[in-house]
Antibody, heavy 120, light 107 residues
């Protein structure tokens, strides 16, 4: 079965950094585009970032460009999101989600999410 | 960037009713729309992709349609377990924008 397990969330102060991880299993990790999607408390879904199978194509939402960095380790079946210069509005549950082989596509599988709270 | 405007924000219907949720895109395109269901405290799950293709395991009472700027999700014969929030998403461009969500309640 496909499994995606996020970790690394927590309570942090504005301006600080955090690294989220997503451990994938049950599928051939390096065959799929991977994404991060977030959901602020009581709000809707916001796509954050995507990385292609080899990492050659990377995309970000305007709201995080220049502050967040997505990466992947295909040998270890790991997806990362580095969050820098965190702001209050980055408070959210962060989901990793598996796309498809193509760079753009629907999100077929989701993890359960890791909560990030940015507060002074 | 393509934006998706979803309506209504809340919908209340009876068990057995047919309900429709719509999304209007800010630019015209075909095919590249997905629909997700999210129950409280849970991750979203994919229901439909490429406008009308049912994800494996999703009940056939769910269906999708549309083209151009107007896309819709229909739930035929609403069931109690369909209480959830539903989101559309476009994947025509890399804003990968979601709609604002529609909360479906049972009367």
């Amino acid at each position: 079965d496909v499994q995606l397990v996020e970790s690394g969330g927590g309570l942090v102060k504005p301006g600080t950094s955090l690294r989220l991880s997503c451990t994938a299993s049950g599928f051939t990790f390096d065959s799929y585009t991977m994404n991060w999607v977030r959901q602020a408390p009581g709000k809707g879904l916001e796509w954050v970032s995507a990385i292609s199978t080899t990492g050659g194509y990377i995309y970000y939402a305007d709201s995080v460009t220049g502050r967040f960095t997505i990466s992947r380790d295909n040998a270890a079946n790991l997806l990362y999101l580095h969050l820098n210069n965190l702001k209050d509005e980055d408070t959210a549950v962060y989901f990793c989600a598996r796309g498809q082989a193509a760079v753009r596509g629907p999100l077929h599988f989701w993890g359960q999410g890791t909560r990030v709270t940015v507060s002074s | 960037d393509i934006q998706m405007t979803q309506s209504p924000s809340t919908l209340s219907a009876s068990v057995g009713d047919s309900v429709t949720i719509t999304c209007r895109a800010s630019q015209s395109f075909n095919d590249w729309v997905a629909w997700y269901q999210q129950k409280p405290g849970r991750a979203p799950t994919l229901l439909i992709y490429k406008t009308s293709i049912l994800e494996s395991g999703v009940p056939s009472r769910f269906s999708g349609s549309g083209s151009g700027t107007d896309f819709s999700l229909t739930i035929n014969s609403l069931q109690p377990e369909d209480c959830a929030t539903y989101y559309c998403q476009q994947y025509k461009d890399y804003s990968l924008a979601f709609g604002q969500g529609t909360k479906v309640e049972i009367k």
